[in-house]
């Protein structure tokens, strides 16, 4: 099985300023012959489904807004939103699906400061 | 609007049986893998168990292989999970969520999630 994990587990941000969360894939789950990533990241706010921000690990999901941007290839991936908004706060989680189990990394939990 | 709706969870002794539901709406069924997702209280996210369009594949996590049977009715646009020999740590709430169209190379992350049943496996 694909281990993903996160760090940090929690992090503390100001409003306005950058947030900035990894992941860490046990191996590639980069597609070579496509040159796809198959990595995703979601958001989760208390009482509510994940919603996916992020898809090919850099693929914006529509309507998401622009200051959630997702980079890395291979086994090193990066969720960064870039100016910290109140509505913000939530645990987002990182998944591969380039194999069955698709696995989780165990999410970050992301407060203001 | 793709809608995704759970039904089935409530409490049940350590043991015992339960069959959860997720009926859905707004897209081609039939098109599409489906996977159940599940959360612990307090804790992160765990794939359960996948199905291909046709039921003609099916995956699970090792922990519930066994126990758990996923299972569709493509003619009611249905979801089922089928879980038996309850243990204390599936006590969670399951997530429907829809998968794979499983064309070649088609985005794999679950675009869409139901709002989940609750699950509490206790005596």
């Known amino acids: 099985d694909i281990v993903m994990t996160q760090s940090p587990d929690s992090l503390a941000v100001s409003l306005g300023e950058r947030a900035t969360i990894n992941c860490k894939s046990s191996?590639?789950?980069?597609?070579?012959?496509?040159?796809?990533?198959?990595l995703a990241w979601y958001q989760q706010k208390p009482g509510q489904p994940p919603k996916v921000l992020i898809y090919w690990a850099s693929t914006r999901q529509s309507g998401v807004p622009d200051r959630f941007s997702g980079s890395g290839s291979g086994t090193d991936f990066t969720l960064t939103i870039s100016s910290l908004q109140a509505e913000d706060v939530a645990v987002y989680y990182c998944?591969?699906?380039?194999?069955?189990?698709?696995?989780f990394g165990q999410g970050t939990k992301v407060e203001i400061k | 609007e793709v809608q995704l709706v759970e039904s089935g969870g409530g409490l049940v002794q350590p043991g015992g049986s339960l069959r959860l539901s997720c009926a859905a709406s707004g897209f081609t069924f039939s098109s599409y893998w489906m996977s159940w997702v599940r959360q612990a209280p307090g804790k992160g996210l765990e794939w359960v168990a996948n199905?291909?369009?046709?039921?003609?594949?099916?995956y699970y996590v090792d922990s519930v292989k066994g126990r758990f049977i996923i299972s569709r009715d493509n003619a009611k646009n249905s979801l089922y999970l089928q879980m038996n020999s309850l243990r204390a740590e599936d006590t969670a709430v399951y997530y429907c969520?829809?998968?794979?169209?499983?064309?070649?190379?088609?985005?794999?992350?679950?675009?869409?999630w139901g709002q989940g049943t609750l699950v509490t496996v206790s005596s």
């Open positions: 969520a829809r998968d794979s169209s499983g064309d070649n190379y088609a985005r794999e992350d679950f675009e869409y």
């Open positions: 191996q590639s789950v980069l597609y070579t012959s496509i040159n796809k990533n198959y």
């Open positions: 998944q591969q699906y380039y194999s069955t189990p698709r696995t």
């Open positions: 199905i291909k369009h046709d039921g003609s594949e099916r």
